[in-house]
């Protein structure tokens, strides 16, 4: 099949969770709903179920496990590994890479970026993030604010070595003074969060998404719910989480403790989120100790945590898609999809093995 065919998709196309309609086309990149007058190269992909690209909303292209790289051959590489995982939507949760040049390749994933992440002086991954003090937080937040994509990313706690512990970073009154400014500059703010401690202050002071999740509990579900703030699980990296303790645990051992005390919990703490009614959306945390490319598995392991199956793929599709204000299949919008011989609602391991994919209306190699 050649870039310019026209493509003539039958069989369900799932324009949402919920709704789908008989056919559609794919005409010179952009999906139509309307019978085209003349289309002499017709390619006919019957019998299908057709949904939008799939969105990783944690993924840092250009970060490796060993350190950071601002080679373009790795971005590439990483982008496209994503690519043939089903992601061609993503939200970079924090990078000091430049990838705007990504923006100019037609076939490699759309990006959305949060600018270079903020952490509290010394309470981060070395050279990864801008750092400072409460002072310097909301102006840090005004730079980043004015260099991503409409988001903010914080490091809301890390281990402090003088506790031994998660910890937060920050104090209440500079996150909210932090909030204000990403608003005012039309910014959303999301936080890293991996314990319980941090969750409270940055709930209050506004945020509106948070990464990881996995202290959350009872009382910041609850709050968490009743401010609309969604949550990133990235289970795929909560996995990781006894590695994290088994190499600090003869230094921090009540880090070591608590790491595996949130891995153990960590279904248990999503599907008590779902229930609550936070919105969850994808993301796998590719770029650290990640490999990129596990959009579906990430999507797997909701259903693993208790999501039915057609939340799990809502929320690393037409959902994740309408929050980061992106179009899905809709009239004359970029033709970005997968193409499937089952339906993903009844079961997602059939986003593992798509019969076609299509970026920007091209199909991909």
């Given at each position: 099949?050649?870039?310019?065919?026209?493509?003539?998709?039958?069989?369900?196309?799932?324009?949402?969770?919920?709704?789908?309609?008989?056919?559609?086309?794919?005409?010179?990149?952009?999906?139509?709903?309307?019978?085209?007058?003349?289309?002499?190269?017709?390619?006919?992909?019957?019998?299908?179920?057709?949904?939008?690209?799939?969105?990783?909303a944690?993924?840092?292209?250009?970060?490796?496990?060993?350190?950071?790289?601002?080679?373009?051959?790795?971005?590439?590489?990483?982008?496209?590994?994503?690519?043939?995982?089903?992601?061609?939507?993503?939200?970079?949760?924090?990078s000091?890479?430049?990838?705007?040049?990504?923006?100019?390749?037609?076939?490699?994933p759309?990006?959305?970026?949060?600018?270079?992440?903020?952490?509290?002086?010394?309470?981060?991954?070395?050279?990864?993030?801008?750092?400072?003090d409460?002072?310097d937080?909301?102006?840090?937040?005004?730079?980043?604010?004015a260099?991503?994509?409409?988001?903010?990313?914080?490091?809301?706690?890390?281990?402090?070595?003088?506790?031994?512990?998660?910890?937060?970073?920050?104090?209440?009154?500079a996150?909210?003074?932090?909030?204000?400014?990403?608003?005012?500059?039309?910014?959303?703010?999301?936080?890293?969060?991996?314990?319980?401690?941090?969750l409270?202050?940055?709930?209050?002071?506004?945020?509106?998404?948070?990464?990881?999740?996995?202290?959350?509990?009872?009382?910041?579900?609850?709050?968490?719910?009743?401010?609309?703030?969604?949550?990133?699980?990235?289970?795929?990296?909560?996995?990781?989480?006894?590695?994290?303790?088994?190499?600090?645990?003869?230094?921090?051992?009540?880090?070591?403790?608590?790491?595996?005390?949130?891995?153990?919990q960590?279904?248990e703490?999503?599907a008590?989120?779902?229930d609550?009614?936070?919105?969850?959306?994808?993301?796998?945390?590719?770029?650290?100790?990640?490999?990129?490319?596990?959009?579906?598995?990430?999507?797997?392991?909701?259903?693993?945590a208790?999501?039915?199956?057609?939340s799990?793929l809502?929320a690393?599709?037409?959902g994740?898609?309408?929050w980061?204000?992106?179009?899905?299949?809709?009239?004359?919008?970029?033709?970005?999809?997968?193409?499937?011989?089952?339906?993903?609602?009844?079961?997602?391991?059939?986003?593992?093995?798509?019969?076609?994919?299509?970026?920007?209306?091209?199909?991909?190699?």
């Open positions: 099949m050649r870039s310019e065919d026209v493509l003539h998709l039958t069989g369900r196309v799932l324009v949402g969770p919920d709704e789908e309609v008989g056919e559609a086309w794919v005409i010179g990149g952009r999906i139509t709903f309307e019978r085209p007058a003349h289309a002499p190269e017709v390619v006919e992909v019957a019998d299908a179920w057709v949904i939008p690209g799939l969105v990783d944690h993924c840092h292209v250009g970060m490796q496990p060993s350190g950071i790289t601002g080679s373009r051959e790795v971005c590439e590489e990483q982008a496209r590994a994503d690519l043939a995982g089903g992601t061609m939507l993503i939200r970079d949760a924090g000091p890479i430049d990838t705007r040049w990504i923006d100019e390749r037609e076939d490699l759309r990006i959305v970026r949060a600018g270079r992440h903020i952490a509290r002086t010394g309470r981060y991954i070395r050279n990864v993030a801008h750092e400072g409460p002072a937080l909301p102006g840090l937040v005004r730079e980043q604010a260099l991503g994509d409409g988001w903010v990313k914080l490091v809301g706690d890390w281990i402090d070595r003088e506790i031994g512990d998660l910890a937060p970073c920050w104090p209440a009154d996150l909210r003074e932090a909030m204000d400014a990403a608003h005012a500059a039309g910014a959303r703010v999301t936080a890293h969060c991996f314990g319980e401690d941090c409270e202050d940055l709930i209050e002071a506004g945020i509106d998404c948070i990464e990881h999740g996995s202290g959350l509990t009872e009382e910041t579900i609850a709050l968490a719910a009743a401010r609309g703030v969604a949550i990133v699980p990235t289970l795929v990296n909560i996995a990781n989480f006894t590695v994290f303790a088994d190499a600090a645990a003869a230094k921090f051992p009540t880090y070591g403790a608590h790491m595996r005390r949130l891995h153990a960590r279904h703490t999503i008590a989120a779902f609550a009614g936070l919105p969850l959306f994808v993301g796998t945390d590719a770029g650290g100790n990640v490999v990129h490319g596990m959009v579906v598995d990430e999507i797997a392991e909701l259903v693993t208790g999501l039915p199956p057609t799990a809502d690393g599709c037409w994740a898609r309408s980061l204000r992106h179009p899905d299949l809709e009239e004359g919008e970029s033709a970005d999809l997968l193409v499937l011989d089952a339906d993903p609602r009844r079961d997602v391991a059939v986003l593992t093995q798509p019969r076609l994919r299509v970026l920007r209306g091209r199909p991909v190699r």
